[in-house]
């Protein structure tokens, strides 16, 4: 794809395969606690985000199909592309670790998708608009809640402190990739469709500072981001991802239930 | 072919009539119109369509609704009906019915409240209540407890 041909559509269906991409790897991810989280409460939390999660990839990646124009529904855009179609984070794709660090991530994802979808609810494009403002009220929640258990564990024992602070920094170079901004980004930023990724930063870093500074947590201080996930480069843990997500259409093609 | 069905065709009030005695897959107390979830009902010439919005984006109800929807109308005789998604407005409790908030609480569930929590235990009505999880067993419900009767119950979130 060379920059010089990249078309509203073409630059639209990237966006909005990022998008659902982004809710359909994370709630694969926090879906996979599902019967293991430390409390009932927990585990019931986990699964309604994962749940909500889905839904919004539902409208995202059926939206993605509709601009396409191939004739694709989000059920065979999430289940029949391999990693290299993918153009999540990388951020979402790394693996739970323990349930503080699964938290530590969701959060920086939540804050970060808080912001975004509230600039979406503005877009120009009146279906983007829509599904934004659905999903922003879902999570709303989503973003109360994990800050609060970031708070709960950094501000608790120093063993819960210590893993805390740990996921904190090896979680932070995954977040820069969040609003480094590219050829697609600027095609939509251009018709008022979505904002500059660099954009959000401001608030991001006063929202994350704010939560980390009440969970006595310390912010890494290095500018180094991963990037890939955007345009398709990802790290190895997608691929098991996807192995696990994808198997049932993998191998009955098609099947229904 | 010559359609030996009523020839009248049934008037919009008594479609939303028939509705409201649809109930929530989830929560069977209150209809899908107590819900605020039924969105419209017009007519596009000799077709109705229903429109529905749903209560969160991932509610694996939303799916057996349009179904509940479908098979409640054919079974007053409205073969000839279509179903529309509407996601804006995005629904809000505030959409509840009187009826439908009166329902939730004499089956055991507080209804939504503008404060964020609810207004009273549903089972002794104290008002020293604690929450135990903003999620519960449904994406529309949280789990509260009442420190009185000590009794957990359900919250219906507002949002």
């Given at each position: 794809m060379t920059n010089a041909a990249l078309t509203t559509d073409e630059a639209l269906f990237q966006f909005l395969l990022r998008l659902g991409d982004n809710t359909l790897i994370l709630s694969h991810?926090?879906?996979?606690w599902c019967g293991h989280a430390p409390v009932i409460e927990e585990d019931i939390a986990l699964a309604n985000t994962a749940l909500d999660l889905i839904g919004q990839t539902q409208f995202w990646l059926g939206l993605a199909g509709e601009v396409e124009g191939k004739g694709r529904s989000a059920d065979q855009i999430a289940y029949l592309r391999d990693a290299w179609d993918f153009r999540n984070l990388l951020l979402v794709e790394r693996p739970n670790g323990d349930f503080g660090k699964t938290l530590m991530r969701q959060f920086l994802f939540d804050a970060w998708q808080s912001l975004m979808l509230a600039k979406l609810m503005k877009s120009t494009n009146i279906r983007i608009a829509e599904i934004a403002e659905k999903a922003s009220k879902e999570v709303a929640y989503h973003v109360e809640r994990s800050a609060d258990t970031v708070v709960g564990l950094g501000d608790g024992t120093p063993e819960s402190h210590a893993r805390m602070q740990t996921a904190l920094d090896d979680l932070y170079p995954y977040v820069g990739e969040m609003f480094i901004g590219d050829?697609?980004?600027?095609?939509?930023?251009?018709?008022?469709?979505?904002?500059?990724?660099?954009?959000?930063?401001?608030?991001?870093?006063?929202?994350?500072?704010?939560?980390?500074?009440?969970?006595?947590?310390?912010?890494?201080?290095?500018?180094?981001?991963?990037?890939?996930?955007?345009?398709?480069?990802?790290?190895?843990?997608?691929?098991?991802?996807?192995?696990?997500?994808?198997?049932?259409?993998?191998?009955y093609p098609g099947a229904e239930w | 072919?010559?359609?030996?069905?009523?020839?009248?065709?049934?008037?919009?009030?008594?479609?939303?009539?028939?509705?409201?005695?649809?109930?929530?897959?989830?929560?069977?107390?209150?209809?899908?119109?107590?819900?605020?979830?039924?969105?419209?009902?017009?007519?596009?010439?000799?077709?109705?369509?229903?429109?529905?919005?749903?209560?969160?984006?991932?509610?694996?109800?939303?799916?057996?609704?349009?179904?509940?929807?479908?098979?409640?109308l054919r079974q007053k005789g409205v073969e000839n009906l279509r179903l529309e998604r509407r996601l804006s407005p995005a629904w809000t409790t505030e959409w509840m019915s009187e009826k439908g908030r009166d329902a939730l609480e004499k089956y055991g569930i507080a209804p939504p409240q503008a404060a964020g929590g609810p207004a009273r235990c549903p089972q002794c009505a104290s008002t020293n209540l604690e929450r135990t999880s903003q999620f519960g067993s449904t994406p529309c419900k949280a789990l509260w407890r009442c420190k009185d009767c000590l009794e957990p119950f359900d919250y219906f979130k507002c949002i």
């Open positions: 991810r926090v879906s996979e050829a697609v980004d600027a095609a939509l930023v251009k018709d008022g469709i979505a904002p500059d990724p660099a954009s959000l930063r401001n608030d991001w870093d006063d929202l994350v500072g704010r939560v980390m500074a009440e969970a006595t947590l310390t912010i890494p201080q290095k500018p180094f981001a991963h990037v890939g996930g955007k345009s398709g480069t990802h790290t190895e843990h997608l691929g098991y991802v996807l192995a696990d997500m994808q198997f049932l259409q993998r191998a | 072919m010559v359609s030996t069905i009523a020839t009248t065709s049934p008037t919009i009030d008594q479609v939303w009539g028939w509705l409201d005695a649809v109930p929530d897959p989830e929560i069977p107390v209150i209809s899908l119109v107590d819900l605020g979830i039924i969105r419209d009902v017009s007519q596009d010439g000799d077709e109705f369509v229903i429109t529905v919005t749903p209560t969160y984006s991932g509610c694996p109800a939303t799916t057996i609704i349009n179904l509940d929807i479908t098979d409640a």
